[in-house]
């Protein structure tokens, strides 16, 4: 292990899948965080896996070593390999990552999607390289579809990290009880939005606007369903839907817009590289996600000074939003669509929550993030030196 200073320090980001051409979330952690990082002075590579062309959506320093193992070349046969090693991804990948990391040597290996453990720990005992694993969502929610068996040998791999970070304090416990490990809390970032570039609420736009992708975690048939109850009472208001969509459940979505007839008031607009430019256009958002692991979705409009309504059993939301403060929590469905009343009918409400949104997000800085992250990649540096 060669140590030196610590921005000296080679740190690599793994993140095997969705990061190629993807405006979701976890890729835009992945390009600004390690971009961030790099600024500052380490020496950062950022791997995935993926056999497509292209590059990250996102923008990513030219101070970042970017690397797909899996990028279609212009060799015919190398292509036909890369696509027997994408059917075979969950062998294959282990070798292929085995090889890069033994190549590029770095100090500390920080892993973004949780299936990545195979790639970086399954081989090593995690002192050759010492790993940090990101964890995304709620440990209560996400992997309940996983076996017992790879439960049993995740929760094994998961040892070997030097540390796992969580996005909550409150998914600390969480993690604890459901794979026997302990966490550092370090939030995502939100990109600071200076205190007059927020929203201007004053003028109303009579649109309601919800980001998140379209998928059944985030139950945007439930807005659907909230928005029917008090839609007919504001003909001239609309919620628009943006983000990409899961089509299965979509459909799901749209047949609820057609059962209650608001096909002239509810939109779906699909993806936009302008999404600030798109919440700017809205009074306040609409976030009736069961659960979230952080909520960029969330955080990004609140960010800009506009109020939100979530539910107060779904997890992370209900830490963004503070109820009455800078938006809503809503009991169920009947009350979200009470909330939303509340806010179309009250201009000078929306305003000073949104206000206090913007002033409550200011704690997600990046320079605030990016310093944790600092101090955790440290404190992983130091334990394994």
Known sequence: MHWGKID?????????????????????????LPSSLAEKGMDVVCVCNEFKEGLPAYPLSNKVKF?????????????????????????????????????????????????????????????????????HGAPFKIYKKYSSLRLWLEKKLLKKASAVQVLMESFIPQLKQRFGVDGVAIPNSVPEVADDQIADLSVEKKKIVSGARISPSKQQHLLVEAFAQIAHKYPDWVLEMWNSKDDTYFQIVSDTIKKYGLEKQVFYKGLTSQIYDVYKSADFIAFPSQY????????EPLSLGIPAVGFKDAFAVNELISDGKNGFLAADVADFAQKMEMLIQDKNLRIKLGKQAHEDMKKYSMSNVVAAWEKLIKNVYDKEK
């Open 67 to 135: 690397v797909n193992l899996s990028k279609p070349t212009s060799s015919k046969l190398k292509n036909i390999k890369l696509k027997l090693q994408k059917v075979f991804r969950n062998i294959c990948s282990v070798f292929m990552y085995r090889k890069f990391i033994l190549q590029e040597k770095p100090d500390v290996i920080i892993f973004f999607d949780f299936s990545d453990i195979y790639n970086v720990l399954f081989w090593q005992d995690g002192k050759q390289f010492p790993c940090i694993s990101m964890f």
């Open 292 to 299: 979230e692991g952080f909520g960029l979705a969330l955080a």
């Open 8 to 32: 000296k320090m080679k740190v690599m980001f793994v993140c095997s899948r969705g990061v190629i051409n993807s405006y979701n979330a976890l890729a835009k952690i992945f390009c600004a």
